[in-house]
């Protein structure tokens, strides 16, 4: 059964931090590439990172040089660091697994919100 748990959200000050972490379950985990997304009402959901089981990582140009994915393999966690947010960084961001290159799944999401 796949079961991804998110959390780390909240609101922030433009320029500031959040660490998201998505516990995922271990049979995924150890066979998948792992992703964050994120969406905000009325557009389509986007690909923000990636992170293959080797530890090779993929960024959109929107968040490139600010967010750091990372996966925890002795926890099941991947992590997105994000730092120097800006208000377009405002959205729900959900945890996902690849599966022939595609997200397979979508849970309940974190909502991050930048705002002064």
């Known amino acids: 059964q796949v079961q991804f748990v998110e959390s780390g959200g909240g609101l922030v000050q433009p320029g500031g931090s959040l660490r998201l972490s998505c516990v995922a379950s271990?049979?995924?985990?150890?066979?998948?590439?792992m992703a964050w997304y994120r969406q905000t009402p009325g557009k389509q959901r986007e690909f923000v990172a990636t992170?293959?089981?080797?530890?090779?990582?993929k960024y959109a140009d929107s968040v490139k040089g600010r967010f750091t994915i990372s996966r925890d393999s002795a926890k099941n966690t991947v992590y997105l660091q994000m730092n120097n947010l800006k208000p377009d960084d405002t959205a729900v961001y959900y945890c996902?697994?690849?599966?022939?290159?595609?997200?397979?799944?979508w849970g309940q999401g974190t909502q991050v919100t930048v705002s002064s």
């Open positions: 992170i293959s089981t080797g530890g090779s990582t």
């Open positions: 996902t697994y690849l599966a022939t290159g595609q997200p397979a799944y």
């Open positions: 271990g049979s995924i985990f150890s066979r998948y590439a």
